[in-house]
């Protein structure tokens, strides 16, 4: 069971490149997110989705794209990559909605623009 | 605006002392989680508490959530460097969105 699978692990981008960070999850979860990862401001939410075909932004959406195609997949996309981008990124599902259960969370991608 | 704010940042022990950190916050959350999360790895859920007043003991880890639900607390007897990691506290407001804390990096020493 891979649980939550993020690619690439590391990535290094140019200001005005974009791409895509895939998320996976085999354990057929209806909810799942994308958080960055800043040194002293814990995980924030960037969008997340609650089942196929619905997404929704979080506290900080701009510059990120998602779709939810599938229940399996879950990819975030950086339009025109900024070094204010430079983070680490996780994704993370859970079986339901909130509050209280548990979430499942990826290994997490480095992201660097310079 | 961090609506959880856990104190405190860095913390620096040896092996066998008592720790304790603290989440808290202005607004009432319907549940709040602690989070483990160490180097190159995401997050790992260590307790889910619901109710106020609420205490939790996970081996030697004591958690308790706040009589008004506003905040919470992790106390570590005999820490050991196997505790060595980043601690989250995360509010849920009964809304589909997890709030996370600032976190508080702990470092054990043999």
């Known amino acids: 069971n891979a649980g939550v699978t993020q690619t690439p692990k590391f990535q290094v981008l140019k200001t005005g490149q974009s791409m895509t960070l895939q998320c996976a999850q085999d354990?057929?979860?209806?909810?799942m997110s994308w958080y960055r990862q800043d040194p002293g401001m814990g995980l924030r939410l960037i969008h997340y989705?609650?089942?196929?075909?619905?997404?929704d932004q979080g506290e900080v959406p701009n510059g990120y794209n998602v779709s939810r195609s599938t229940t399996e997949d879950f990819p975030l996309r950086l339009l025109s990559a900024a070094p204010s981008q430079t983070s680490v990124y996780f994704c993370?599902?859970?079986?339901?909605?909130?509050?209280?259960?548990?979430?499942?969370f990826g290994p997490g991608t480095r992201l660097t623009v310079t | 605006t961090q609506l959880l704010e856990q104190s405190p940042q860095f913390l620096s022990i040896q092996e066998g002392e008592n720790l304790t950190v603290y989440c808290n916050s202005s607004?009432?959350?319907?549940?709040l989680q602690w989070y483990r999360q160490e180097p190159g790895e995401g997050p790992v859920l260590l307790v889910t508490?619901?109710?106020?007043?609420e205490v939790k003991k996970l081996k030697r880890l004591t958690f308790q959530f706040g009589d008004a639900r506003k905040d919470s607390s992790l106390h570590i007897t005999a820490a050991q460097p196997g505790d060595t990691g980043l601690y989250l506290c995360?509010?849920?407001?009964?809304?589909?969105?997890?709030?996370f804390g600032t976190g508080t990096r702990l470092q054990v020493f043999p």
């Open positions: 354990m057929n979860h209806e909810y």
């Open positions: 993370a599902s859970t079986r339901q909605r909130l509050p209280g259960y548990e979430q499942y």
């Open positions: 508490v619901v109710t106020g007043g």
């Open positions: 607004s009432v959350f319907s549940s």
């Open positions: 995360a509010g849920a407001r009964n809304t589909d969105k997890l709030i």
């Open positions: 989705s609650v089942g196929a075909g619905i997404t």
